[in-house]
């Protein structure tokens, strides 16, 4: 009996966290703009260049989805110009992924040519979505 | 080396029944039997039981992959599940129902969403793992000094 409740608990809350985490996951969301310097220094750190906006990736051996994240990223690349694409293994920078606030792979951070996250998303991004999204940060950077 | 992506959705589907049948009539020679399975598959996902009958039962019916993906995520999600069940087991043999109950329930909790979901256990534990415990060891201040 306790068996049976057992399974059917677990089946029911598994299948809400499942439609909370497909709801959430690849949607691009806005970063609250409180860029620290640690935060910079960190990006700095990774390879980023200021100047043009660069999409950073956050990757893992054991993450299934990062290679299809890479081949959407490499595809916005080919799409819009003057974006750079930037990919790190998570587990060899760990302390920039406290720094940053990554919990999970893939996650890729839209930095801006100010060298300033402006989004985030978590999962394999819609490359339509995430194109739109770049392409407001060009837009930004010509103004 | 790279896998049929269906195949880890597969044995996690497999896996889902066989825990839940595991918690529903108190098998431990269920648990015993993933456990084996879960210590092959993350050795070497190839020699997966469940694989195997999905290459053999189910990927002949099917289309052939349009895309592989690589096998270390499988095989971390395989490890994770081994110490569920092993957990478990520790439960049932050490006489902590509750025990083998709540690892038995969280190993299929991880199955069902791999199999409903395509959830990547990896994708989501290991690098929170890895933050928590890979903490730098010159943080770490020695107790006695």
């Given at each position: 009996m306790t068996g049976l409740a057992v399974v059917v608990g677990v089946l029911l809350a598994a299948t809400a966290f499942g439609w909370w985490h497909r709801r959430r996951d690849g949607?691009?969301?806005?970063?609250a703009p409180t860029p620290t310097a640690a935060a910079a220094a960190t990006l700095v750190g990774l390879g980023l260049?200021?100047?043009?906006?660069t999409l950073l990736q956050f990757s893992s051996a054991v993450c299934a989805p990062c290679r299809a994240t890479r081949r959407v990223l490499e595809r916005v690349s080919a799409t819009v110009d003057g974006v750079r694409l930037l990919e790190v293994e998570?587990?060899?920078?760990?302390?920039?992924?406290?720094?940053?606030?990554?919990?999970?792979?893939?996650?890729?951070?839209?930095?801006?040519?100010?060298?300033?996250?402006?989004?985030?998303?978590?999962?394999?991004?819609?490359?339509?979505?995430?194109?739109?999204?770049?392409?407001?940060?060009?837009?930004?950077?010509?103004? | 080396?790279?896998?049929?992506?269906?195949?880890?959705?597969?044995?996690?589907?497999?896996?889902?029944?066989?825990?839940?049948?595991?918690?529903l009539v108190g098998g431990t020679p269920l648990l015993v039997g993933q456990a084996v399975v879960f210590a092959i598959t993350a050795a070497d996902p190839r020699l997966g039981p469940y694989g195997w009958l999905y290459r053999t039962l189910v990927a002949p019916r099917l289309a052939a992959p349009t895309e592989l993906e690589p096998a270390a995520p499988v095989r971390f999600a395989q490890l994770v599940g081994l110490l569920f069940v092993?957990?478990?087991?520790?439960?049932?043999?050490?006489?902590?129902?509750?025990?083998?109950?709540?690892?038995?329930?969280?190993?299929?909790?991880?199955?069902?969403?791999?199999?409903?979901?395509?959830?990547?256990?990896?994708?989501?534990?290991?690098?929170?793992?890895?933050?928590?415990?890979?903490?730098?060891m010159t943080a770490r201040v020695p107790a006695s000094s």
């Open positions: 949607r691009i969301r806005s970063v260049t200021p100047g043009a906006p998570a587990e060899q920078q760990l302390a920039a992924a406290r720094e940053l606030g990554v919990w999970r792979t893939p996650t890729v951070l839209l930095v801006d040519g100010e060298g300033r996250v402006a989004r985030r998303v978590s999962g394999v991004p819609d490359l339509g979505e995430l194109v739109a999204a770049v392409r407001e940060l060009t837009a930004g950077a010509n103004r | 080396m790279l896998l049929d992506p269906r195949a880890p959705r597969f044995a996690a589907a497999v896996t889902t029944v066989v825990l839940a049948g595991a918690l092993a957990v478990a087991l520790v439960g049932q043999f050490t006489g902590l129902p509750v025990l083998a109950l709540a690892a038995t329930g969280a190993a299929l909790a991880a199955a069902f969403l791999n199999a409903t979901f395509g959830l990547c256990l990896g994708c989501l534990g290991y690098l929170t793992l890895r933050r928590l415990i890979g903490r730098p």
